[in-house]
């Protein structure tokens, strides 16, 4: 691990999740951030040669998720044509709605851009990005804590009933919905 702070390059090394040695002052920089080289260990994972596109997919999914951080890439197993590591960088300044225009990006939206709410609540920050589209089905993507909750969760709830219950008020208060008559026609 390498560490860019305070005009200052740290580096600390580590392995089965332990340090090798104390953090050390290697030098000097202008640059901020931190660097981190990784190579699966064989007596912690059971796996040790990662699907790259699966990495892509979650580096990518962070960089929407964490508004202006930057991560690059480099995978040494893969080279192009003239034999440099692939390399990808990853970086978003639109965060969520960027997300949501990139997952509805094959279908036709019926809104200009994505609707994003953010608010806090008790130290506790929330946001949500959606749009919609011509399409019959919903896709839903849900994270807590940067993690990916697939099954959903209290909080994918909590979502749609306030989103049901504000759209119903809307509806109600504007006349939308008058009711119907239903006639009998026998």
């Known amino acids: 691990v390498t560490v860019y702070r305070n005009g200052k390059i740290y580096k600390q090394a580590y392995a089965q999740g332990i340090p ?3 953090v050390k002052e290697v030098g000097t920089t202008q640059l901020r951030g931190t660097t981190v080289h990784f190579t699966p260990d064989s007596a912690i994972f059971t796996t040790t040669v990662y699907n790259l596109h699966t990495i892509v997919n979650r580096l990518q999914e962070l960089a929407y998720l964490n508004v202006g951080l930057k991560m690059e890439l480099e995978d040494r197993r893969e080279k192009d044509e003239q ?3 692939f390399s990808q960088h990853f970086h978003s300044q639109g965060g969520l709605r960027e997300f949501v225009a990139h997952l509805d990006s094959t279908k036709v939206s019926i ?3 994505p609707i994003l709410v953010e608010g806090e609540k008790n130290n506790v ?4 990005a959606m ?5 019959y089905s919903e896709t839903v993507v ?3 804590n940067n993690i990916h909750t697939l099954e959903g969760g ?3 709830t909590g979502f749609r009933r306030a989103l ?3 759209l119903k008020n809307y509806a109600d208060k504007s006349g939308l919905l008058e009711k119907a008559k239903i006639e009998n026609y026998w």
Do not use: D, E
């Open 20 to 22: 090798l040695y104390a």
């Open 83 to 85: 034999g440099n590591p």
């Open 111 to 113: 809104m200009p851009a």
């Open 125 to 128: 920050v929330v946001q949500v």
């Open 131 to 135: 749009t919609y589209n011509t399409g």
């Open 142 to 144: 849900s994270y807590v």
């Open 154 to 156: 209290m909080h994918v």
């Open 164 to 166: 049901t219950r504000t």
